[in-house]
């Protein structure tokens, strides 16, 4: 079964990057105080956005995938700018790791948007089945899904090694809520080692 999950496990996820915060040495004091008293946006349209972000993979549908991240192009097209000439806008080293991660979450966009339409045909149909919370730092929500996907078409449908067609599965999609550039964005991954075929055609 993992040959039929290659293609979503390919974007990892680095959660321990969030715990991380890089701080200048100016305003290291002001910066740590203030992530004291950061919360969270409300987590009841997690699996919404999610939910959105999944659609936009099966759909194809780029613009969709940025809404449920709460990013957009010109934010991207932003962060490249300020990273080629860090110099120039003088990047703290905060400013210089949310740059990267906007484009790390542009990157997986274009990937799924792209690469995974064949784990998740039109024909398919997906339900979040189960949300966990993980521990997270302060400044971060992590969540982890088992999105239940049924395949409607045979032929469209994932295979196991054996080339057996899979008619349901559920695999594990990461949501990492965090702020970025001032914003709150959402990212979203897959895990290819967690997965559990439930039935087969």
Known sequence: MHKALTVIGIAAISISVF???GKSTDN???EKA???K???PDATADKQLALKYLSGIQNEDKNSMYAATNLTEALVTEARE???YQKKYQLTEQQLKDYEKILAISGEIDFYAKKIKDNLPKSAKFEIVKSEPLKSPPTARIEV???KITYQN???AMKDETRRAVKEMVVKMYHVTQSLNGRWAHEFTFDNKQHEVLSYF
């Open 38 to 40: 950061v919360v969270l």
């Open 19 to 21: 715990g991380c915060n």
């Open 154 to 156: 045979q032929k469209e």
């Open 82 to 84: 300020k990273l080629i």
């Open 34 to 36: 203030a992530a004291q």
């Open 28 to 30: 290291k004091a002001s």
């Open 145 to 147: 899904y088992s999105v």
